[in-house]
Nanobody, 123 residues
Framework: VQLQASGGGLVQAGGSLRLSCAAS????????MGWFRQAPGKERECVAA????????YYADSVKGRFAISRDNAKNTVYLQMNSLKPEDTAVYYC?????????????????WGQGTLVTVSS
């Protein structure tokens, strides 16, 4: 599966952005999808993940209540709605996919990665 992320940009603190990740290939609904981010000098961290059916979700504590992950299996696309953005949310955001139903939160659990999209939140 190939992944193409988009939607990053510059936003003021308190603003919103929606990231999209389009997947090519078949059986998109058989893949768990995740959004990760990596800030300069920091490790890559999972901010959200969603099961193939969309019924299960994971959120990092740092984004709970502000970010929402969703997917449209008919469009082979996963989204990350980011609200109430903070300067500490500034990072390169990556989407990732892993075949199966395990809702992983570690980068080692994902085999397919898209290119990153930069999100910059100004104070």
């Amino acid at each position: 599966v190939q992944l193409q992320a988009s939607g990053g940009g510059l936003v003021q603190a308190g603003g919103s952005l929606r990231l999209s990740c389009a997947a090519s290939g078949r059986s998109f609904s058989s893949y768990t999808m995740g959004w990760f981010r990596q800030a300069p000098g920091k490790e890559r961290e999972c901010v959200a993940a969603i099961s193939g059916s969309g019924r299960s979700r994971y959120y990092a504590d740092s984004v709970k209540g502000r970010f929402a992950i969703s997917r449209d299996n008919a469009k082979n696309t996963v989204y990350l709605q980011m609200n109430s953005l903070k300067p500490e949310d500034t990072a390169v955001y990556y989407c990732a996919a892993e075949f199966g139903y395990r809702l992983g939160s570690s980068s080692t659990e994902y085999n397919y990665w898209g290119q990153g999209t930069l999100v910059t939140v100004s104070s």
